[in-house]
C-alpha cells in the first residue's frame, strides 16, 4: 500500500517566516483577509523549518516555490545577542543569505524586516535612510548584516522598524511590560532618554503589504510619525487607560545592563510619500493598543 504524508503548499502567494511570531502572525491574518494566500514557516509552524540549519532552509523553499518572501524571524533580546554572537549571526543574518540567494536566483520578491537599533546621541532626531548607523551591540551588527545580505537581491525591500503590540509568545514585549506597570501600579524604570517611533502592529502589518503591493523596493523606514521616548509612551498608556503612575520614577537608559541605543527615531516621509497617506502618531498607536484588549484587560 502506498505511503500518506501530509500534502504540503507548493507555489503559494507569500511565505512568512518567523509567522508564528507578533509581526508574522498579524501579517498572515491581514493578508488572508486579503485574500492572498499566506503560509508560515517556522519551527513550530505547520511548514516546519529550522532557520539556523541552512541546506534545510533552501530545501523548504525549493518545495513551496513562493512568490515572495518576508522575513519576520529574529533573535531580538539584546542581551542574549551580546551573550552569544554566533547564535545572533546565526538567527539574524546567515538565513537572509540564503533567502536572497533564491530570490535572486527564481525572481521571488524579498522583503526583510529590520530594525532601528542604529543610531545613538542624537535625542529626538528623525533618521533617513542614508544617516550613517551606528553599532553598538551584537544584536544591532547581526541585524545590519542581514539587510546587506538582502539587498543583494535585485528589488528587494528592507524595513527598519520597531513595532508594539500584543500577545507575544513570551509576553514580555514592551507594551505588555508597560501593560502590566500601568494596570498593578508596579514599581518600574522608565527611560525617558531613550527616544523611538515605534508604531502599533497592527498598522504596522498593513503597512508591509501596502508596500509590497506597491512594488516598494530598497531601504525603507517605517514607524509612527512622531518620535517619543519610552517613558512618554508608557505615560500616555495610562492615561489612555485612566490609570495613575504612583510608583514609577524616569531613569536613563544608561542604567540598563546592556549597551543600548538611545536616538531611534525614523524619518518615514519616504514611506508615507509611498503610501499616499500618514503613519499613526503616538496617541493613535496608544488608542490601537487599547482597541486591543479585551473588556477585563488581557491582550487579543
Known sequence: MASQSTPRPVGCALLVLGGEGLLGGRIIAAARRRGVEAV?????????????DLPALAACLERLAPRAILNCAALVDVAVCERDPARAF?????????????????????????????????GRRRHTESDPVRLLNDYARSKFAAEAFALTAHGALVLRTNFLGWPSATGRSLAEWALQVVETQAPADLFADQFVSCL??????????????ASAEGLLNVGAREVFSKAEFVLALARRLGRDLPNARLTSVAA???????????????????????????????DSLARHRDPIGAAT
Do not use: K, M
Request: proline share 4%; aromatic share 6%; glycine share 6%.
Open 256 to 286: 540598563a545592563g546592556v549597551r543600548r541605543p538611545d536616538s531611534l527615531g525614523l524619518d518615514v516621509s519616504r514611506a508615507e510619500a509611498l503610501l499616499g497617506r500618514p503613519f499613526p502618531g503616538l496617541d493613535e498607536v496608544v
Open 40 to 52: 508560515s514557516a517556522s519551527r513550530t509552524a505547520a511548514v516546519s523549518v529550522d532557520l539556523t
Open 200 to 213: 502599533d502592529v497592527w498598522s504596522l502589518a498593513e503597512a508591509v503589504l501596502d508596500l509590497l503591493e
Open 90 to 122: 546565526a538567527v539574524n543574518a546567515r538565513p537572509v543569505s540564503v533567502l536572497a540567494d533564491y530570490a535572486a536566483r527564481t525572481g521571488c520578491r524579498l522583503a526583510h524586516i529590520s530594525t532601528d537599533h542604529f543610531f545613538t546621541g542624537d
